[in-house]
């Protein structure tokens, strides 16, 4: 079983910035896919930001230009870079990995956007 333990949620100003970190409990290098979701009060659960096989990446259009996904394989962790964070971005934001055909998630770290 993979754990994926997410780090570095919390609350912020609009226009600020954080720094959300996901390590798996076994080596990425030959991931498939590995990223983050979010999901707001009421909402949806959406595409953040993912890394694909071949250092692909995708992005939400909402978070294009200001979030960065980015991986440490010696590490093993996917990290995201949010900046000029605004109150829409405020969610329970969910680390995700998939080698092979399974899929695994993380618990989920809470990012409050607000003054």
């Known amino acids: 079983q993979v754990q994926l333990v997410e780090s570095g949620g919390g609350l912020v100003q609009p226009g600020g910035s954080l720094r959300l970190s996901c390590a798996a409990s076994?080596?990425?290098?030959?991931?498939?896919?590995m990223g983050w979701y979010r999901q707001a009060p009421g909402k949806q659960r959406e595409l953040v930001a993912l890394?694909?096989?071949?250092?692909?990446?995708n992005y939400a259009d909402s978070v294009k230009g200001r979030f960065t996904i980015s991986r440490d394989n010696a590490k093993n962790t996917v990290n995201l870079q949010m900046n000029t964070l605004k109150p829409e971005d405020t969610a329970v934001y969910y680390c995700?990995?998939?080698?092979?055909?399974?899929?695994?998630w993380g618990q989920g770290t809470q990012v409050t956007v607000s003054s």
């Open positions: 995700y990995a998939k080698w092979s055909d399974y899929d695994y």
């Open positions: 890394l694909t096989s071949g250092s692909n990446t």
């Open positions: 076994r080596s990425i290098f030959s991931i498939y896919a």
